[in-house]
Every structure is written in structure tokens, then in C-alpha cells.
């Protein structure tokens, strides 16, 4: 089991995963496997399981600790696996955390509950929270008020990064949010208070922006996670005209993936097609695509492979 931790230091790509269903809506053991290596064969940093796009909410709590024990027992001591536990009741939170942390996770994903409206109370949920699990266990704070309707001020982050050490990562997900992500590098660098990570999500559709603005990476589960990987990795290493003009080759099927409503079911019909997982089923309520947005789906696949093949 892997005993590294998710810090302040963090970086890369840790893929938002998908959690594979048969198509009876069942659990799929195998393709969990087959899903995990193929993430780990397209170089992903990490992982971040449970999370809302890999359906979470819709897993009976079973379900839940079977992902995360065949997850983390899979990936071993290869990568870090960051557990979402966002849940309405602490003490679940906190059963849940622990319980991912004796099994080797390298730390916890934490959204608001839903409808906080005052950064008070945005603050003492997460500092409640934060007493429960203790400094032992890292914390990324998500922040996706598309999704929770809680609005996370950079004050407020800024004070959670302060009064506790465990917070050691925020995923940005925002939208809009860039001047944001800015905001919290520029203010905290003035203030001199400790940085923390930030991965970004919103699908990567921003991600090159955002890592000009002082992203360490992305947090999100575009089903060619190795265009993620190269990005980051070319912006690191400074050459960034060369990692926009790479992400731009993957655009139109990004932006595509990003379609709400939809894009969980574009994204899991094309792990399907890339053979990471057997069956394309999202739970029911979920979305379903017909014949035309398979079609079409298929046509943006056709149009990148052709473009890679002309690059290769």
C-alpha cells in the first residue's frame, strides 16, 4: 500500500476515475482492474476515486468501501489515491476517511455540504471537520459551487489554509475561475502564508490558462488522460506554446466531454471504446445516449486519431 501522502508539494495529474458499472448497473470488479491500469499506463500521478463524477452519491456504502479497497489494493504503492468522502453527515465523513487512510490512501477530497450561504459558516464546516479527522490526514478542499451551490471565498481559504495544516490541497473547479486561482496565488504569496496545491478540473477545458496562473496540475477525468499528462509536463518543463498547441489537438473532443448533462456518459462510452472498461453504463438516474450521440461521438474519436497519426 502506498504510505505517500498528498502535501503542499503535489503535482500532475490525478485522474478523476470512473467507477464501472455492468450493464445491469452492477459493479464491475474487472473493469476497476482494467480501468486502474490503463490509467497507470497513460502515466497519471494519481488518482482521486469516489469523487462526484465517479458517481458517488449513487453507491450504497458497501459499494463504496468495495471500490476503494479494490482501488487501492490494485494501485499499490504505484501512485497516490486521494479518497472523496464528501458526505451530509460528519460522522460518515469521518468513518470514511479513517477507513481510507488505514488502507493506504494518501489523503481525503472534501466538498461543502450543499447550501452554506456566509463564509462563517463555509469555515466551521470545514473546521469542524478538519478537528474530526486531525492533522494526520490530509485535506483538498473542493471547490465546485456548480455542483454544491456554496460559494468558497479566497478569504475563507485562506483562513482554512492557516488554522490548519492538514489543508494541504484546493481543487479549483470554479467557473468562471481564473481570476480566482489568481487571486489565491497572488494574495497568499503577498500575505507569506504557506502555498498549497491547486489542481484544476472543469474537464480541463482550461487547463491551459490556469497552469499560466499558477496551477500545479489537474484534478479531472478526460478519457485521454495522457494529453493531461504531456500539458503538464511540458509546461513544467517551460514550454508552453508546445503544451497549448498539443491541448488544442484535443479540444474538440475535450470541450465535447465537458457538455453537463451528457459528458459522463461521453466520457464513460469512450473509455469503452478505448477498452478500459467494459460496459459504458452510468446509474440510473443518469444520462443515456442515443443513436445520433453515438455517432457523433464516434466522429470526434475518428478526427483525433486521424490528427495524431498525422503528428506522429
Not at 15 to 43: Q, R, V
Not at 122 to 140: D, E, F, R, S
Amino acid at each position: 500500500m502506498t504510505t505517500t501522502k498528498i502535501s503542499e508539494s503535489s503535482k500532475g495529474v490525478y485522474i478523476i476515475a470512473a467507477t464501472p458499472f455492468t450493464d445491469n448497473g452492477e459493479l464491475d470488479l474487472p473493469s476497476i482492474d482494467s480501468l486502474t491500469e490503463f490509467y497507470l499506463e497513460k502515466g497519471v500521478t494519481g488518482f482521486t476515486i469516489l469523487g462526484m463524477m465517479g458517481e458517488a452519491p449513487k453507491l450504497t456504502e458497501a459499494e463504496t468501501l468495495t471500490v476503494m479497497e479494490r482501488v487501492l489494493r490494485r494501485v499499490g504503492a504505484r501512485a497516490p489515491v486521494v479518497v472523496g468522502v464528501s458526505h451530509a453527515s460528519n460522522r460518515h465523513v469521518e468513518r470514511l476517511s479513517k477507513t481510507a487512510m488505514d488502507l493506504g490512501a494518501a489523503g481525503v477530497m472534501l466538498a461543502p455540504v450543499a447550501n452554506l450561504k456566509t463564509d462563517e459558516q463555509v469555515y466551521n464546516y470545514y473546521a469542524t471537520v478538519a478537528k474530526l479527522l486531525g492533522p494526520a490526514i490530509p485535506i483538498c478542499l473542493q471547490d465546485f459551487p456548480q455542483s454544491t451551490g456554496v460559494h468558497m471565498s479566497v478569504s475563507v481559504i485562506h483562513k482554512l489554509v492557516d488554522d490548519f495544516s492538514q489543508v494541504v490541497m484546493l481543487k479549483h473547479e470554479d467557473f468562471p475561475g481564473m481570476r480566482k486561482l489568481s487571486e489565491v496565488r497572488e494574495q497568499s504569496a503577498a500575505a507569506g502564508r504557506r502555498r498549497i496545491s491547486v489542481l484544476v478540473g472543469n474537464g480541463g477545458l482550461f487547463l491551459p490558462q490556469e497552469m499560466l496562473r499558477g496551477a500545479d496540475g489537474a484534478m479531472t477525468g478526460f478519457a485521454y488522460p495522457e494529453m493531461l499528462v504531456q500539458v503538464c509536463r511540458l509546461f513544467d518543463e517551460g514550454r508552453n506554446e508546445e503544451a497549448e498547441d498539443l491541448f488544442n489537438v484535443y479540444l474538440p473532443l475535450l470541450r465535447h466531454e465537458f457538455q453537463y448533462g451528457i459528458g459522463l456518459a461521453l466520457r464513460k462510452e469512450t473509455l469503452k471504446r478505448r477498452g478500459a472498461i467494459r460496459s459504458a453504463y452510468v446509474r440510473r438516474p443518469g444520462p443515456v445516449l442515443n443513436a445520433t450521440d453515438m455517432a457523433e461521438l464516434g466522429r470526434l474519436i475518428a478526427r483525433l486519431e486521424e490528427r495524431l497519426t498525422a503528428l506522429a
